[in-house]
């Protein structure tokens, strides 16, 4: 018993704020394919590539990317957290396995995106599902909503993705790879 606490203690310690792999082990997803999120609550995306520069209808916003060059440069100077996710890719342009996809979502501040799953839709075309956590919100009565985003490292072992639809709470994105 002294053996086990010891254990999920030192795990505990380990896995400190890395609350995106906890996350990442209880979303479901189809075995061969990898996947690590990170959260950022606010918008690392530059004006162009960002959801603040869509209709203001649109709730949810999907962009994709296949190479190291391609993710900085679409993400803000100040995005550090972002940028070191980003590093921390090995994109299929690099000649690594990966590509990211950044979603983002307009909703209320007290509101967290996370991981709900990625299922397979079709030829080369996944899913994926993310979940809110924080109150029930209805985006259209916000005066002023505020974009939170999260970031997914993708490795299918069976193909590079030719696109991802991105649902959250009813609204969808879909992104070309």
């Known amino acids: 018993m ?3 606490a010891v254990v999920v203690g030192v795990l505990t310690v380990a896995t400190a704020g890395c609350t995106d792999r906890l996350r990442d082990v209880a ?10 999120s990170r959260y950022v609550d ?9 959801i603040r520069g869509l209709p203001a209808e649109l709730h949810v916003h999907a962009a994709s990317y296949r ?3 391609g993710a900085l440069g679409a993400l803000r100077p100040d995005a550090i957290e972002s940028r070191s996710f980003v590093d921390a890719t090995e994109f299929v342009d690099g000649g690594g396995e990966a590509i990211l996809v950044v979603a983002q979502r307009l909703t209320a501040p007290e509101v967290e995106l996370r991981l709900g799953s990625i299922s397979r839709i ?14 029930d919100v209805d985006v259209e009565k916000l005066d002023d909503p505020v974009v939170k985003t999260l970031l997914l490292r993708l490795i299918d ?3 590079t993705p030719t ?8 609204d969808r994105a879909g992104v070309t790879i």
């Open 27 to 36: 979303a479901s997803t189809p075995r061969d394919i990898a996947v690590r």
């Open 163 to 170: 696109r991802v639809v991105v649902s959250v709470d009813g």
């Open 157 to 159: 072992r069976q193909e």
């Open 122 to 135: 079709g030829d080369g075309a996944l899913r994926v599902a993310l979940d809110e956590s924080g109150p």
């Open 67 to 69: 190479s190291h060059d």
């Open 42 to 50: 606010g918008n690392p995306l530059t004006e162009g590539q960002s």
């Open 2 to 4: 002294h053996r086990r």
